[in-house]
Structures are given as structure tokens and as C-alpha cells.
């Protein structure tokens, strides 16, 4: 046995021995991690007994707040009664299938059919390769090329994340599949080329998608991903009526229209699911994750249609699943979750509290360095720049974001950098009293920031 010192804190522990996701070796070397210890609600306490306002929500997760009695109530009597069993072949569990038939109830059109995965990275993974095995049964073993968007995150599988092209995502340390995965533009109506409005992007987008699919062939392509609003690349709202046109393109060609809403379902935007309910898409497959359990369990989940499970039938097997899918535990927790959703009707109320969280970030752009705050209720960014009029982005070597989520969190509240970025995403249940701390103490934190970097001889226009 290995004679590790006995008297080592958490974050010494952390620093020795654990390798995190996304992690920035010189920079952890630097600052270690902070080391949360409990949470209730949308507050958090580090190790130090520290409280912030976790205005990320966990990781765009935590719907229904930290520390819900209920939920542990749930997990706990579900661990003593089954606390495992596979769902392989012909095994089941009553969690699950419970599970299933919500999830089938909840979702649009006819996505009856549910194969649940551990998380949204998974879910992802999952759908790909039901793509091509849908294909194939159906006579189109060449309908195995995606499409997916510039600026996208679609997870961390290496299906999922060769899937995504977001900036800095892909370091030449590692390998990524490119054969049979292409992407088009983002719908990014922030920097939109000059003399373009929303309609035109929207033209130019669809017709960029079309001209994609010529290109491989059409009968090549076999999906197109889609987060409707595009989370972890900017929280990129897309124009009016650009998916359901997208969505058409897909019917006309046999493309599998696959909405990833890892972040957007459960009540990030007051829906269960923005496709359809926001956006008049109504998918052949959803991927959900995330909000799914509100973080109290990992599990994951791609809803598929009717028509897609009938086609599979047959004299075959889909060699595809993981040990941990349908976990009783799992689902017995995401059961309870929604459980909670409806009876707090937290739909309503993140409709409500968004609106007003919307308004409140608004006001930021006033600031000189923000320049843009975009997104849809409790789904938000707000994206600093050099220059408000042209947009000119600040260097890359500043790391923006995480200087403002540096200053704000010296302030008692968690927002996520991501480059020039600061994302928030708080849960559902965060009340108007802790949107203007939010605020207030963004806003502060950015005007330090800037001052800051004025006095380092950085020009703020």
C-alpha cells in the first residue's frame, strides 16, 4: 500500500491525484481547484465555508436546486430495494420502464421509443450509431455521413466530440474521426456579415446546407445535429424560422433530424423540450441528459420515434448499450425530478424568472467591453469584446472570461468562462432577490475587469 500522507487537505488531494475534464495543466498547477463541500438551492459552500451564488447551475444541470430532501429520499429507498440490474436483452427494471413511458409522454410527436445511456456525451454517442444502423435497415447502407454546426458541443466520447467543432475543443494531442462528419455554419446572428439581416442569414444558411449535402451526396447523408440553441458555443440563438427550414431540408433528403437537448430540456427555457414547443421542430430523434435528473444521478437518454424503432424490427440484434444504462437508481431519481418539475410547475416559473433574468443581464450591455447579451430565459451569455462598434474581439491570450469569473467569484457568485464568454444558467428555482445579486455583481465584476485591463494598456472602446 502506497504511504500517502495522511494530513492532506481536499484540495491537496485533488491537486495530487485527480485529472480533471478540460483541464489546463499549467493553470491547475498554478490555482488547484475550488473544492465545494455542500450545496442548497443555488447556493454552494467551498471547503473553507464560502458561499456563492452558482449562477452555472452545476454545469447547465442542476433544474431543481441542490439539497432537496426528496430526491435523496428517492435515491436512497431505490438503492435498498434494487440498487442495480442490467437492462440487456431481455432484462428490465421497474424504474426504467417507468422512466421510459414519462420521457414517451413528454416528448413530441411520435418519439414513443427510449434507449437510455449515461449521460448527454453517451446519448449522443448513441444516436450516431442508431443512424447508421437505421439506414442500413431501411436499404441505405451509404447513409452513414452527419452533419453538424461550426461552433457546436455535442460531448466528450470521441464520437460525440469529433460530432462538434466549438473553438479549442479539439487539441492536436489527440485524434479525432473526420471521415463521414462535416459541418456547416453556425446561425450566428451576432456577427453577421454586413448588410445581412436575419431572413438573409437564414437564406444563406439553408442554402449552405443544401449546397453541403449535394456536395457528399444525398444519399450519403444520414443526419444532421442540432442543438436548438447552441449551448456551450456561445448560447448561439438561432434566426426565426431557421431550424423548422433546416428540419424541411432533412424530410426532403431521408436525413434523420437529431436535436440534442442536453441543456435545453427539463425547463432551461420553460418547455420540457424546445424543439417543437419553441422552434416547430418536431425531431426524428432528442437527446436529453442534464435537467433530466437535475444532476442527482448521471443518466442519459435518446427518445426516437416510432418509425425508427419499426424499421429496426427483424432477425437482428443492436449490439449497442452500456452497463449502466436504465440503472434503477438512476431512473428512480430522474422520475422524482420530474415529479418535482410538475408539482412546483417550474416550467411556469423558469418562463417567469427567465424573463426576468433577460431583462436584468440586458442592462449589462451598457457596460463599454460587452459586447453582446444573448440567449432565452435561464440560458444566458454575455460575450465581452475590444470594440462595441466593430466588434473587434479581445486577444485570446487574456482569457477574458475567466478574468471576470475570477472577480466574481471573489464576489460570492459562480459564473462559466468560456473564452471570451461568461455563461449563466442558474436552476430553476432561483428567485428575482438572487438575479439582481447576479446582476449587480456581474456587472461589477466586469467593470473591474475592464478597468484592470485599461491599466495594462488594453483599449476598451
Known amino acids: 500500500m502506497k504511504d500517502t500522507p495522511k494530513d492532506l487537505d481536499p484540495q491537496q488531494l485533488d491537486r495530487r491525484h485527480l485529472l480533471h475534464p478540460w483541464t489546463h495543466f499549467d493553470s ?13 438551492g443555488c447556493y454552494v459552500w467551498d471547503t473553507a465555508d464560502r458561499r456563492y451564488l452558482d ?7 442542476t433544474n431543481i436546486g441542490l439539497g432537496r430532501k426528496e430526491m435523496a429520499d428517492a435515491i436512497a429507498d431505490q438503492a435498498l430495494r434494487l440498487a442495480f440490474s442490467n437492462t440487456f436483452v431481455d432484462m428490465g427494471n421497474t424504474p426504467s420502464a ?29 444516436a450516431y450509431r442508431m443512424v447508421a444502423f437505421y439506414h442500413r435497415v431501411m436499404g441505405r447502407p451509404e447513409k452513414t455521413h452527419v452533419i453538424a454546426r461550426d461552433q457546436s458541443y455535442h460531448g466528450a466520447t470521441y464520437a460525440s466530440i469529433s460530432i462538434g467543432k466549438r473553438p479549442g475543443d479539439k ?33 444563406r444558411l439553408v442554402a449552405e446546407f443544401e449546397a453541403k449535402i449535394k456536395e457528399i451526396g444525398t444519399d450519403r447523408v444520414g443526419a444532421f445535429f442540432a442543438e436548438p440553441i447552441q449551448a456551450s458555443g456561445g448560447v448561439v440563438m438561432p434566426p426565426d424560422g431557421y431550424l423548422k427550414r433546416m428540419a424541411d431540408v432533412c424530410r426532403k433528403h431521408d436525413i434523420l433530424f437529431i436535436a440534442d437537448e442536453v441543456v435545453t430540456g427539463f425547463g432551461r427555457i420553460g418547455h420540457w423540450f ?42 437482428r440484434w443492436y449490439a449497442s448499450g452500456y452497463t449502466y444504462a436504465g440503472h434503477p437508481v438512476a431512473c428512480a431519481a430522474a ?46 451569455c454575455v460575450e465581452s469584446v475590444a470594440d462595441k462598434e466593430t466588434k473587434t474581439p479581445l486577444p485570446d491570450h487574456l482569457g477574458v472570461g475567466k478574468l471576470i469569473s475570477n472577480a466574481a467569484e471573489a464576489h460570492g457568485l459562480l459564473v462559466r468562462p468560456i473564452g471570451a464568454l461568461n455563461v449563466i444558467s442558474p436552476a430553476l428555482v432561483i428567485t ?24 495594462n494598456g488594453e483599449r476598451i472602446a
Request: charged share 25%; glycine share 10%; with cysteine.
Open 28 to 40: 491547475f498547477a498554478a490555482d488547484g481547484a475550488l473544492m465545494l463541500d455542500r450545496g442548497e
Open 55 to 61: 449562477a452555472v447551475g452545476g454545469l447547465w444541470c
Open 98 to 126: 417507468k422512466l421510459a413511458a414519462k420521457l414517451a409522454d413528454l416528448a413530441p410527436g411520435d418519439l414513443n421509443r427510449v434507449h437510455f445511456t449515461t449521460g448527454g456525451s453517451t446519448a449522443i454517442d448513441s
Open 171 to 203: 487539441v492536436p494531442e489527440f485524434a479525432y474521426a473526420q471521415d463521414g462528419i462535416h459541418h456547416v455554419s453556425a446561425p450566428d446572428t451576432y456577427r453577421m456579415p454586413d448588410g445581412f439581416d436575419e431572413a438573409v442569414l437564414s437564406d
Open 274 to 315: 424546445a424543439s417543437e414547443d419553441v422552434f416547430d421542430v418536431t425531431p426524428d430523434i432528442i437527446c436529453c441528459a442534464k435537467g433530466l435528473s437535475s444532476g442527482y444521478q448521471p443518466i442519459g437518454a435518446v427518445i426516437f420515434s416510432d418509425r425508427i424503432y419499426n424499421a429496426m424490427q427483424g432477425d
Open 335 to 380: 422520475l422524482k425530478n420530474i415529479e418535482i418539475i410538475e408539482d412546483e410547475d417550474l416550467l411556469h416559473r423558469a418562463k417567469r424568472v427567465g424573463g426576468y433574468l433577460e431583462a436584468r443581464l440586458g442592462a449589462l450591455s451598457d457596460l463599454p467591453m460587452v459586447g453582446d447579451v444573448r440567449g432565452r430565459r435561464l440560458m444566458m
Open 432 to 455: 428575482e432577490a438572487e438575479i439582481d445579486f447576479m446582476a449587480e455583481t456581474l456587472e461589477v465584476a466586469i467593470q473591474e475587469v475592464a478597468d484592470d485591463l485599461v491599466r
